[in-house]
């Protein structure tokens, strides 16, 4: 193509397969159309839209235990089969849409329409996809419309030879924190360009939903940079609102709802939109679901302080602050907690003491005992209070240690600063999922809770629940109780002390068993309660609750009682002493 600005030779874009040749940067632009015979023909159908998700969020090319670019095939036929075990009903895969930067995470994107070259072809996409329906797992995609690569020679950055074909001109067209273009949602070209896109992958892939990535960024022309929202309505609906931009989100979700009602979209937005989530024909912007985020800060910033300096109150405020009757995401890390320069809950809980300490065959340390059972706390009541929806990234379930890194080498700023890489190693861009698996190993306990979080709410469905009730929050012994279903959670956060014959508030009669406790040697704990306990309501008002129930809450125990039978029976005098072990 020749331009006012020279001639510039430029990837189709709209190319539907992408591929670096060895030895090359750029990307070439490759005609993929197997022969009639060849093509991937779909197996199995959509898996149906679960009340409630319980995402795993995964990025293809790291999931390997090898220190290498793992494949379609292999996430396929290994990474699957774990994500159902575990008990995940959704996978959310990260880095579709080509990328030339690996190190991007897949943000940065080239080719909007091709999936990434680097794992497989296109059909082993769909081959993963379909094996998924199979198992009965939904597959969102995290679709980046919020930005595009700078990239000139194999992305969209000056494509007609201007700054400006899909894309604002000048500095508004510039994000100057992701160091890449915005597009210009006022334009219709872009506009059909964008629609097409999410059609395309929803039809040509077999997509259940998307998870869509910058939301904050393209709703504000601040891009939420440097903005504290506090809620006031100036700050959604004043001169800073990018109204095209929310437009077009209106329109992506009407279009993707209307032509297939059961797809799934998630928007990441921090900043408390109003209207987020209602349908767009009652004025709202459609999405399903808004991802939790201020969740993930709060944890990181109490892991900052001392045990005694957490505030139960706190923590429950950040986990119900959302709006009323709007779906949530939530989830206690991601995969921007486990990023180089960050640290997961594991790490920030447990440090050096991973490297040492986390084998079975020798002693434990106080550090792992506190890090082991804070993580399985800190998950439960993220899950239990959050949201309507959970999001795990693949291996924070058994406390991955360490960092992700991806491969690079060293970046020289213009500035003249820097940056050291780490030539271009692998061995911290990979999950070891042997960890988690292994007998010997404080991992596998971990993981095993995770595990049983996951089938607990399967079977009883907590968190698409109507009923929630909070009826504890006390300061002085770091309790916090409530009600969500027919489950009554107990949570002790104190460091020392246990709480024997602890009465505890319910609303509904009958008898109650335990169903999930973190301190069950099973999952790292130190087994001092008796799970062939029945414990049964007692009439007469307690904290705000009609009736009550005695409990034994260790310290640094979360407990899950579920309601067992609809009619009261006598109780009697409950017997303290046979669910107390160790105390």
């Known amino acids: 193509m020749e331009t006012r600005s020279g001639v510039k030779d430029s990837i189709p874009a709209w190319i539907k397969f992408s591929v670096q040749a060895p030895g090359e940067i750029p990307y070439s632009g490759i005609y993929y159309d197997p022969p009639e015979e060849e093509k991937y023909v779909f197996k199995h159908p959509h898996p149906k839209r679960p009340k409630s ?56 994107v080239t080719n909007f329409f091709a999936p990434s070259s680097r794992f497989g072809t296109p059909d082993d996409l769909k081959s993963l ?18 930005h595009a690569s700078n990239n000139v020679l194999d992305g969209l950055n000056m494509f007609d030879g201007t700054d400006a074909h899909y894309f604002h001109s000048g500095s508004k067209g510039h994000h100057w924190m992701w160091d890449s273009r915005l597009f210009n949602y006022g334009s219709w070209e872009v506009l059909r360009f964008l629609l097409s896109n999410a059609r395309w992958w929803l039809e040509e892939y077999k997509f259940d939903g998307f998870r869509f990535d910058g939301v904050t960024s393209m709703m504000y022309t601040h891009h939420g940079l440097q903005v504290a929202f506090t809620g006031n309505y100036n700050e959604y609906f004043g001169y800073a609102t990018d109204v095209e931009a929310v437009v077009y989100l209106m329109l992506v979700n009407d279009m ?46 109490l892991l900052k302080k001392r045990d005694e300096d957490w505030k139960m109150g706190d923590i429950v405020y950040t986990l119900v602050n959302r709006r009323w009757l709007e779906k949530c995401v939530v989830y206690a890390e991601s995969h921007d907690q486990a990023l180089v320069g960050d640290k997961t809950i594991a790490f920030w809980l447990m440090d050096k003491d991973m490297y040492d300490f986390m084998s079975l065959d020798r002693p434990s340390s106080p550090i792992i005992d506190r890090g082991i059972a804070l993580h399985k706390m800190i998950r439960l009541i993220t899950m239990g209070l959050g949201g309507e929806g959970y999001l795990n990234f693949m291996g924070n379930e058994f406390g991955h240690p360490e960092w992700i890194d991806f491969p690079r080498g060293e970046q020289h700023l213009p500035s003249g600063k820097v940056i050291p890489g780490n030539n271009f190693s692998y061995d911290k861009c990979r999950r070891r999922f042997d960890l988690g698996d292994a007998d010997y190993l404080r991992y596998k306990g971990m993981q095993q809770f995770d595990q049983a979080m996951q089938h607990v709410e399967a079977k009883y469905g907590f968190m698409t629940s109507e009923h929630q009730y909070i009826s504890r929050k006390d300061e002085g012994e770091r309790v916090i109780v409530f009600e969500r279903g027919n489950l009554v959670f107990v949570f002790n956060f104190h460091w020392h002390e246990s709480y024997g014959g602890y009465r505890v508030g319910c609303s509904k009669p009958g008898k109650y068993k335990i169903v999930l406790d973190s301190d069950d040697l099973l999952f790292g704990g130190f087994n001092r309660l008796n799970h062939d306990v029945e414990f049964f309501s007692t009439e007469g008002w307690y904290d705000n609750r009609p009736r009550s129930l005695l409990v034994y809450a260790p310290n640094r125990t979360a407990v899950v009682y579920a309601l067992v039978e609809d009619e009261p029976k006598a109780t009697g005098n409950l017997q303290l002493t046979e669910n107390v072990k160790n105390c």
């Not at 939109?273 to 709060?298: E, I, S």
Request: net charge negative; hydrophobic share 40%; glycine share 8%.
């Open 256 to 301: 993707i709802h209307g032509l297939y009602p059961e797809a799934v979209t998630i928007g990441e937005d921090v900043s408390g939109m109003p209207t987020f989530c209602l349908p767009v024909q009652d004025g709202g912007v459609g999405f399903d679901y808004r991802l939790h985020m201020a969740v993930a800060d709060k944890w990181i910033e």
């Open 53 to 108: 998700l319980r995402i795993y969020e995964s990025h293809v090319g790291m999931s390997s235990m090898e220190p290498l670019i793992n494949t379609y095939a292999n996430f396929r036929d290994n990474v699957l089969p774990r994500i159902k075990r575990l008990g995940y009903n959704a996978v959310q895969i990260m880095a579709i849409q080509e990328h030339s930067y690996y190190a991007s995470f897949g943000y940065h």
């Open 129 to 146: 996809i379909d094996r998924a329906h199979e198992l009965g797992l939904l597959v969102l995609m995290d679709i980046v419309h919020s």
